[in-house]
């Protein structure tokens, strides 16, 4: 009995070992470095690769600001976003590489702050985005990008406007 029970486990494990050969990395987390940088924003994502030219994404945004707008004087932002997006590859070089296109649903909540005055920036965001990202032997990924959502918002198109753009350059990590 304890021979078959080991044979059992050797086989699965032997073709789980096998089914692996060829594969590509399946999970990406990204980090947006430009946003650091430029506006102190964080995103962090998370790429689910479903095969080699398409992937579901979730990203979420600490202190998202609307289309790079500043903080100075006494203005200020308190917002975050969550956003879930498809991303289809149309590079051939290596799994989820090259140009790719991206439409998403974004939600942001929080508020912005101005000379006392207070706009609730709920708001749900349809998009689209492209970009070029780079696969490095499979672990490593460099992408820059640019995006641009409509707002659906009433009392945020009335601040600001309906469209916003966001852009970057993520680094991320495959495994």
Known sequence: MKKIILSIIICFFTQFTFAQI????KNEVKFNLLNVMVITSVEIGYERFLDSNQSIEGEFLINDRFNYKSESGSKEFNTNSVKLG????FGEEAAGSGI???PFLKYRFGDYEEN???TDMNAFIVGF???YKWNNKDRFIMAPYVNIGRNFSKEVE???TAFEYNFGFSVGYRF
């Open 22 to 25: 060829g594969k590509f990395p």
């Open 86 to 89: 498809y991303v289809y590859y």
């Open 100 to 102: 790719y296109a991206n």
């Open 116 to 118: 006392s005055v207070t």
């Open 129 to 131: 985005g492209v970009g």
């Open 158 to 160: 009335d601040k600001f």
